[in-house]
Each structure stands twice: as C-alpha cells, then as structure tokens.
C-alpha cells in the first residue's frame, strides 16, 4: 500500500520537470548556434540592425490571426523575435515578444 503514494509522488516530479522544460522558448535552442544555420532554417530576417558592439540583431516578424468562438472579430497578433548576432556570428541572445 505504501507503493502508491511513492508511484504518484514520482509520477507528479517527472510531469513538473517535463512541463518545466517545455516553458523554455523554442528559440533558446538556436543560442550558440551560427547566423548562416538561423537564416538556412527561418529564411532572410525581416531587418537587421547593429547591436552597437561590431554585432547585429536580426529580426524575425510572424503575424497570427486566430478566430475565437464567440467574438464578432478575429484576433490578430504579431510575434517579434530578435536574436543577437556576435562579431564571429554566433548567436548569444534571443528576445521574443507580442505586439
């Protein structure tokens, strides 16, 4: 009997550190990797700056427009994701926000 409490207190562990590991952005896989793999994977940025140390920052924009049940209009969003590029172009930083 004493089993079953040990059974779910396992089974509760390994599902928090799965969903722990799932709230990491998807995009922190591309730190350390190289500007040339980013740009072969997600195509041409849509802009580019300096990121004022001899780097840049690439830019990626994503519209989603979802339609919910119950509302009169669509739901329109924009996802930026900025990811920043070191002299040797590897990337070291990733930022991702809604607009």
Not at 25 to 44: H, I, N, S, Y
Not at 67 to 91: C, H, M, N, T, W
Request: charged share 20%.
């Amino acid at each position: 009997m004493k089993r079953i409490p040990c059974l779910s207190i396992l089974t509760a562990a390994l599902v928090l550190v799965s969903c722990a590991s799932l709230s990491q952005p998807a995009a922190d896989r591309w730190l350390g990797a190289t500007k040339d793999q980013l740009v072969e994977q997600m195509g041409k940025p849509n802009s580019s700056v300096s990121d004022g140390h001899d780097g840049e920052i690439l830019v990626y924009v994503v519209s989603i427009y979802t339609e919910r049940i119950g509302f009169l209009a669509p739901e329109q969003y924009y996802v930026v994701s900025r990811f920043f590029v070191d002299p040797a172009g590897k990337i070291y930083k990733h930022e991702e926000f809604q607009v």
